[in-house]
Structure formats: C-alpha cells, structure tokens
C-alpha cells in the first residue's frame, strides 16, 4: 500500500477503497464502477456545501442530499446501484476502522421502505389468511405455505433447502433422518438456515440447484410452534429423495423424490389462492397471490408488530454486512426473543 495510503487516516479514502479492492480480487470493472459513484459523491459534496467537506465528515443528511440530487437524472434502478455502491464503500471503512460510522444506513433503510410498499396490492388481513390456510391439507402444500408465511423467504430460496438446513428441537425427528444440521444450527434449535450462496447451475451439497438464492447474507430464522407442527408433519410422510443433498421439499407425485422446483411450488400457491378467488390467469401482481405476496405479508406484518425495521430486514435477508452482523451475534437474545414474541399465529387468536 502507498504511503499517502497507509495508517488509519489516509488522505484519499476513496482511493484507500479502490486499492482493496484490488487486493480483493475485483475486477477492473468492478473498480471502476464504485470509483466513478464515490468520486461522483465526493464532487457533490465540495460543491454543495462550498467547503472542503469530505467522504469521512458526510453526515446520513449529506448522503441523502445525493440521492435526491440524482433523482429525474437517472433511472431509478441506478439510484439504487448508486446507493448500495455508497453504502458498501462506507460499510468497509467502518469495518477497517478508517470511519467511525456509515451514515447510509438509515438512508438505505428509508430507501427500501419506500420501495416495499405498494398501494396496488391486494391486502388481506390475518382473519382471512387464516381462513384460506385452515382449508389446506396436504401435508406438503400446508408446510411449503406456512414456510412462506412465516420466515418470509423467497421461492428459490424454500425450494434450495436442505434436510441439514433444519434444525428441530425434537427426538422423533432426529431418529428418523440420518442427517445432520448444519454446524451453524448447533447452538439454535427449532430454526432455519437459508444460504446466500446457491445459484441456479451450481452443485451445491451434491446436487446441481434450478433455483437462486438472493441474500445478502446467510440467515437463520426462528421456527415457532406452528411452522414446527407443519414440517414434522410433513417430514412424517416425505419420500426418500435420490439426491445427495436430501432437499427438505421434494415431489410426492410425477418427479418422486426429486427437488421441488419454483415452478411447482407457484403452481401450488397459484391452485389453492384461485379457490378463494384470489388468483385469475393473466392477472397481474396487485391481484394475484403468488409466493412473494407471502413474503409481502410477512414484511408488512411483522413490521407493524414488532416496529423494528431492522430484525425484519434481517429475517429477509435484505441487509448488508455492517447491519446484519448485530443479529447474528445476539440472535437468540433479540432476534429469536422478538420473532417469538411478535410473529403472527395462522391458526390461532395471536
């Protein structure tokens, strides 16, 4: 590293950033993408404030002085990427000790707020959700839907889980499946690890995956009672799957035995919500319940119960690094003691 580089201090951080991530392995277009966002940042701020304010003074009001300022110049999509390269940069020179705090952590949370509602949604309330689940059966379609409902995860990411990815508080299941949870689940009973690293073409425990995962950070979410309930009856009647990586949910007809796919787990949600009138073909997103309403329901919800943005954002795994680390190490403390005391119960009066 040069020395104008060097020590906690240097006097270009942007360029202290760039250089690692050199050091990184990323590529030159990698480089020059964030080194044209930060320096774009840089120039707004000696021209805003008319003083030599730099990237390490930048206060979350300066930040978001910048992302208005891009408003009606780009699409909105690139305000985004323009954003999460603003708080990547400031997330590792927190890390690193350089800057003290990321002032675009509230601003990227307030972004995605907005982003996340959506008055053209159909609302339905927990009453009636709860009568649309009392009509379901089938022990797979009632766990893939509760799954959804009560973890708030994408499909790709309910059809990429593994029996290792499951852990459950319980001797029957235990005798039962040889598998073992994975080594992250040793301490959290009764939860779910969803990866951030599948992709769809990839071998991943054995088995090439026809689905993406789209975290941000690996996740483990909480299993209360009643999701417990709907899994263990489930896995009482799961065929034996050919596959090495044993996929938690597998076909009980046609495909036998083989990984659910997105596909099948859409046709799924899309038969039971068109029997209560919620799902017409060729309907749009603010009429049909598809898989992501769930996961639409479950944001809003859990939002309004426990009003902390930031445990939601975390169980959806939309969070980066800098946040997400604080729920991870006091997981059962905050999180599982949050989610337990605020999730919504399908079957009951809670």
């Given at each position: 590293m040069s020395a104008s580089q060097s020590g906690d201090n240097p006097e270009d951080p942007i360029g202290y950033f760039l250089e690692d991530l050199t050091f990184h392995g990323k590529t030159e277009r990698t480089r020059e993408g964030y080194g044209r966002v930060l320096r774009r940042f840089e120039s707004f701020l000696a021209d805003r404030t008319g003083e030599a304010t730099t990237p390490a003074e930048a206060t979350h009001r300066d930040c978001m002085a910048w992302v208005h300022s891009l408003r009606g110049t780009v699409a909105d999509?690139?305000?985004a990427s323009y954003a999460a390269y603003l708080h990547r940069f400031y997330a590792y020179m927190t890390q690193v000790g350089v800057f003290e705090a990321n002032p675009m952590t509230l601003v990227v949370e307030e972004m995605d707020e907005t982003i996340e509602k959506d008055p053209q949604r159909r609302e339905i309330g927990l009453d009636r959700m709860r009568s649309?689940?009392?009509?379901?059966h089938h022990p797979l379609d009632r766990a893939l839907i509760l799954t959804l409902l009560k973890t708030g995860m994408r499909v790709g990411e309910l059809c990429n889980l593994d029996l290792r990815d499951i852990a459950l508080d319980d001797g029957e299941i235990a005798v039962a499946f040889e598998t073992s949870p994975r080594p992250q689940l040793d301490t959290r009973p009764d939860s779910l690890y969803v990866d951030s690293t599948p992709s769809r073409g990839e071998v991943v425990n054995g088995e090439e995956r026809t689905a993406s995962n789209k975290r941000k950070r690996a996740t483990v979410i909480p299993v209360d009672e009643e999701l417990k309930t709907a899994l263990k009856r489930w896995l009482a009647v799961r065929p034996d799957s050919r596959s090495p990586a044993e996929p938690l949910f597998v076909y009980?007809?046609?495909e036998w035995g083989d990984r659910l796919t997105p596909r099948a787990v859409r046709n799924v949600v899309s038969g039971h919500a068109r029997e209560m009138g919620?799902?017409?073909?060729g309907g749009d997103a603010s009429e049909n319940v598809t898989p992501h309403y769930f996961r639409h329901f479950f944001t809003t919800?859990?939002?309004?119960?426990t009003g902390d943005r930031g445990i939601v954002k975390y169980l959806r795994g939309d969070v980066a690094e800098d946040i997400i680390d604080t729920y991870t190490h006091n997981w059962g403390?905050?999180?599982?003691?949050t989610y337990e005391a605020n999730i919504y119960s399908i079957s009951g009066r809670r």
């Open positions: 999509s690139t305000i649309f689940v009392a009509d379901i009980t007809a046609g919620w799902y017409r073909t919800h859990l939002r309004e119960r403390d905050q999180v599982r003691e």
